[in-house]
């Protein structure tokens, strides 16, 4: 089972909160434009109410010439002037980067200055720099502490991210029942997210009694907003007639939405119907092309397929370098009965190959794993 992640999305809620009220009433060009020339004038003026609406005009193009180093200019007039929103929009820019170089501690100063005022935006976005120690020191305990801010203004992704401090006892004492409180909130506002969160703790029993089909019910209403992870998910009580009966073709379809989005876990399994004919027609070089996804992924039963994929040239050229490559890769992050079984394999295949084909197949391995480190912030 996919464990969905807490929901780390600044800009989405941010530019809900960044363009309410903007619109300009009308269709009329002329109207339109004159009515944002009169907002430049006042921001030039020092209205800070206007140089915040000024912001988002040239951040979208909205009107005027896209331009983010424009748009940074007024959210900075209007942020140093006391405006929260202005204030948590430069929080934004600096954080990703945007008009200005990426700067996480002057995003994290931004984003508390407005936090401090109450903006719950603002409270919800530090409490997830605390979450990471970005721009500031980690702490799980500050970053529930804005969290709860937040979530106590009804900001869904801000429930969320409580309910799964709660979850995993991330700055505060576990709590499922905690936890179930904050994602219910947030799911009943519709957020994917959460709602793949409940799906999760009815799937354990976690604060409730085991429930498939109660888990089934959530993780549905996330897939069918996108949520890859749900997709997956889904997919997977399709596949193993949980909470549903056991349907290889329900399946497929929903490991191939969220496949098709990059999930690796979706990728290795849409390879493995397809190897096998479940669900679908079986198609090797399909198979292959799902697992090499996944395997590039890092995932590492991907990666021990695809070995053996390359080695009996079922789906892909035979090539006895790249087997020892996967079987490699997949070793270095396996352990128990899948370790033996795949050091048995690259064991195997290597006294099929010269000592110079086994060097040339460690040298890709390694140069696989450094190109596909985490990069360190």
Known sequence: MTKIQPTHTFNFLLYIVVIIGLSVIGTNACAQQEKVEQLLQLAEQGDA???VNVGPRYLR???ISQDDVEAYRWFRMAAEQGE??????LGWMYYHGEGVPQDYTEAAKWYRLAAEQGYAVAQNNLGLMYANGEGVPQDHAEAAKWYRLAAKQDVAVAQDNLGWVYHHGEGVRRDYEEAMKWYRLAAKQGLAAAQAHLGEMYYDGEGVPQDYEEAMRWYRLAAEQGLATAQGNLALMHDKGRGVPQDHAEAAKWYRLAAEQGLDMAQSALGW???NGQGVPQDYV????????AAEQGEARAQSVLGGMYYQGQGVRQDY???HKWFNLAASQSSGEMY?????MREHIANKMTQD?????QRLAREWDKMHKPDAR
Do not use: C, P, R, S
């Open 273 to 275: 119907m397809y190897d």
């Open 340 to 344: 033996e079984v795949v050091v048995n």
């Open 286 to 293: 399909e198979a292959a092309k799902w697992y090499h996804l």
């Open 321 to 323: 370098i790249e087997a």
């Open 49 to 51: 109410n206007a140089q």
């Open 84 to 89: 929260a929103l202005a204030q948590t929009n």
């Open 357 to 361: 084909q086994i060097a040339e197949a």
């Open 61 to 63: 193009g909205e009107g």
